[in-house]
C-alpha cells in the first residue's frame, strides 16, 4: 500500500509562488508515474501536471502556461510542483496522486493512490 502526503499549500496574494510537495511511503513507492490535480469549489478536478517514473517525461495542462512546473527526486520519494506568478483563479484543493508503472498518463481515473490534498489560496 502506498501513502502520499501533501505539503506546502497556504495562502499567498496574486503573483506569489508556492511549492507543493508530496512524499510517497510504502511499498511501491518508487517508479511510480505521479501526477497534481485540482479541484476548486464547485468544479471538477482536472490535471494539473503528471511526470513518468524517472522524471524524463512530464506534462503541465497548457493553460498553465509556464508559471507551474513538476519535477521529482526518487532518491526521496519526492514530487514537487513549483507554482509561480499565482492568480486567484489558481485557488483550489491540490491533490497528489500516484499510479504505479513506468508508463505515463494524465488520466486522473487511472491513478490509484491520492493523498489527502492541500489548500491553496490566492488573495490579496
Known amino acids: 500500500q502506498v501513502r502520499l502526503l501533501e505539503s506546502g499549500g497556504g495562502s499567498v496574494q496574486p503573483g506569489g509562488s508556492l511549492r507543493l510537495s508530496c512524499v510517497a511511503s510504502?511499498?511501491?513507492?518508487?517508479?511510480?508515474?505521479m501526477g497534481w490535480f485540482r479541484q476548486a469549489p464547485g468544479k471538477e478536478r482536472v490535471t494539473v501536471a503528471t511526470?513518468?517514473?524517472?522524471?524524463?517525461?512530464?506534462f503541465v495542462q497548457y493553460a498553465l502556461g509556464d508559471r507551474f512546473s513538476i519535477s521529482r527526486a526518487n532518491s526521496e520519494n519526492t514530487v514537487y510542483l513549483q507554482m509561480n506568478k499565482l492568480k486567484p483563479e489558481d485557488k483550489a484543493t491540490y491533490y497528489c496522486a500516484g499510479l504505479e508503472g513506468t508508463g505515463f498518463t494524465t488520466d486522473s481515473t487511472r491513478y490509484d493512490y491520492w493523498g489527502q490534498g492541500t489548500q491553496v489560496t490566492v488573495s490579496s
Open positions: 511526470i513518468n517514473w524517472n522524471g524524463a517525461t512530464t
Open positions: 510504502g511499498r511501491g513507492a518508487r517508479n511510480m508515474i
